[in-house]
């Protein structure tokens, strides 16, 4: 992967796009760092269906498999719509992987939600290390970005600013185990389902968001 390569995909993961040598931050690119609007369904649809039909009929089992139908449904429209083909298999697996750990002899269908603390676990503790170390990930995010390397770490604004928006996604995974987790070991499967759908897009947007305007920040004292 040449430097370019690596400085769009640490750009996508921030949420930013480069317009005439400029980096920004708005609807269209918060937008597309959350995969678009079938992104957005992806991420949506599934939970509320689940939510929606164990609050009727009381079978977490029931929505579980619908849940998933309509995840691989999803999945076959990424692949016929030609995206990428590494993201919708990368989705499959995750998807069998957790309708296998509710659905298997011996299993429980709260199982289904093993492998969202999984991720979230994944995601934070790399992320948690990165601050202790003093290599706080976004500012990394950020200096492949702009091509600089690790010199914002030289400056202490800057290192302190992406401490603070490294440190707010950790908070957001800490926060979703906190929160949900309890609910999993209660077997409260529809109160679960709900965390899930409120602590996930609508809190990652949140994140993002705040994110932005904490890098806008060191843009403008740049000038």
Known sequence: MTEQDKSKAAAHRLGLRQVDG???FDHKSLLASMGGWQGI????????????????????????????????????LRLLRRKSLIQALSG???????????????????DYFLTG????????????VSVLIRWPLVGVL???VLREGSSWRRNK????????????????????????????????LGALGVAR????????????????LLVREVFKRRG
């Open 22 to 24: 400029k980096t920004e």
């Open 41 to 76: 369904a992806e991420s949506v649809v599934p939970g509320f269906l689940f939510v929606f039909i164990f609050a009727i009929s009381k079978d977490a089992q029931l929505g579980i498999i619908w849940a998933v139908a309509i995840s691989v449904a999803f999945i076959v």
């Open 92 to 110: 499959l697996i995750g998807i069998a992987l957790a309708a296998w750990l509710a659905l298997r002899d011996g299993g429980a269908t709260r």
């Open 117 to 128: 603390f999984i991720t979230n676990l994944a995601y934070l503790v790399p992320l948690g």
């Open 142 to 144: 950020m200096g492949l």
């Open 157 to 188: 604004y800057e290192m302190t600013v992406f401490t603070v928006a490294t440190l707010l996604w950790v908070g957001l995974f800490a926060a979703r185990l906190l929160v949900q987790y309890p609910l999993y070991l209660a077997n409260n």
């Open 197 to 212: 759908l409120i602590m996930g897009l609508p809190l990652y947007a949140a994140v993002l968001w705040l994110n932005w």
